[in-house]
């Protein structure tokens, strides 16, 4: 069986991204806290998974966003060229467009607050409650948390209990964890 | 609201580029097919989202992979043997011709038409289009035949 050379692969792919023809382009690019999926629209970045399972994901994206979804490597360069310099301790925001498209106006607020919360520093999920307007949405927002699109870009790992406790993060505890050691936050 | 259930565009790909890869190969020589390739995949990705359902997509590659090859002037001419039988030919070249006659074929027998008839694929190609038999592909291609002359006379 004829299959296509790697390099002629690659070259379709690069331009399917650069004409523009995407309504989704993704990758995986690997992180010191496993594999990420990490996708973008014309817009900006949509979504950064640690479930790396491309399959899955491309059907979830399609779903949002539209069919053509292909995975693209050059659509998420300016992304994966952030987090490298994250996870290598030399960025501490980010200068990305994110595309939020369909998400609601209470989730939109507080992951606009969220982006606020500076690198190495953690807040509370009532602190951030009261921040958007609605002091008693605490649990609400630890919602929004869980459902995060773009973690480590939008940092709900610097979001916790009120008594210092971790309290979770859809990316698991230890993830939570090694994104505070990394950017040197104390913790209890 | 209609819904289409097309896959994401990464699935159609990877399921029918090899295919589309040996055709081209067979059709343009390896020189050639690697522009082809890319040319036929990106029209591929201009029209994907405006399909209106999912069925016999490997097919449909074929199609356009086909009229790739023509464009780029690798084929001298399709065969026009079935249009001129049919007596309808117009100015427009034997495979638009039979798109727009072929048009309300069952899904199966109108791409074994078109690509039989409009692009002169022989049919261990369409075999591989349709992802089914040599057998089923000529039977598919003999009985669209069969229905479009009862239907245009």
């Known amino acids: 069986m004829t299959t296509v050379p790697t390099d002629l692969d690659r070259r379709f792919r690069a331009a399917a991204a650069s004409e523009g023809l995407l309504d989704v382009g993704y990758d995986l690019v690997d992180s010191p806290v496993g594999d990420l999926l990490v996708a973008a629209t014309p817009r900006g970045v949509c979504r950064i998974s640690y479930d790396a399972d491309p ?17 693209a490597p050059r659509a998420v360069d300016a992304v994966r060229r952030e987090l490298d310099e994250y996870f290598d301790g030399r960025r501490v925001d980010f200068d990305l467009e994110l595309d939020l498209t369909g998400a609601p106006p209470f989730t939109r607020a507080v992951l606009g607050e969220l982006a606020r919360v500076p690198y190495g520093e953690v807040t509370t999920y009532g602190s951030l409650a009261t921040r958007v ?37 859809a990316g698991g505890l230890d993830r939570k964890q090694a994104l505070l050691r990394l950017e040197g936050a104390s913790l209890l | 609201m209609e819904t289409v259930s097309l896959p994401p565009f990464e699935r159609f790909y990877n399921d029918n580029r090899d295919a589309i890869y040996a055709h081209l190969r067979r059709v343009v020589g390896p020189d050639a097919a690697d522009d082809a390739f890319q040319e036929t995949f990106l029209r591929a990705l201009r029209g994907y989202d405006k399909l209106r359902h999912a069925d016999h997509l490997r097919a449909w590659a074929f199609t356009i992979a086909s009229r790739v090859v023509i464009d780029l ?20 070249p034997a495979y638009a011709e039979l798109e727009h006659l072929a048009d309300r074929l069952p899904g199966k027998e109108r791409a074994a038409v078109i690509l039989r008839y409009g692009y002169d694929l022989p049919y261990a ?21 069969r229905r479009l002359r009862k239907t245009l006379r």
């Open chain 1, 55 to 71: 399959e899955a994901q491309a059907e979830r994206l399609a779903r949002a966003y539209g069919v053509r979804v292909l995975r």
């Open chain 1, 133 to 169: 307007g609605s002091p008693r949405s605490a649990r609400a927002v630890g919602t929004v948390m869980n459902r995060n699109p773009i973690p480590i870009v939008l940092p709900c790992h610097r979001v916790v209990g009120a008594n210092g406790s971790l309290v979770g993060y």
């Open chain 2, 73 to 92: 002037g690798r084929r001298v001419k399709p065969t026009v043997e079935l249009v001129e039988e049919l007596g309808v030919s117009d100015s427009r």
């Open chain 2, 125 to 145: 190609d369409i075999a591989a289009a349709l992802d089914s038999s040599e057998e089923a592909a000529r039977a598919a291609a003999s009985s669209g035949v």
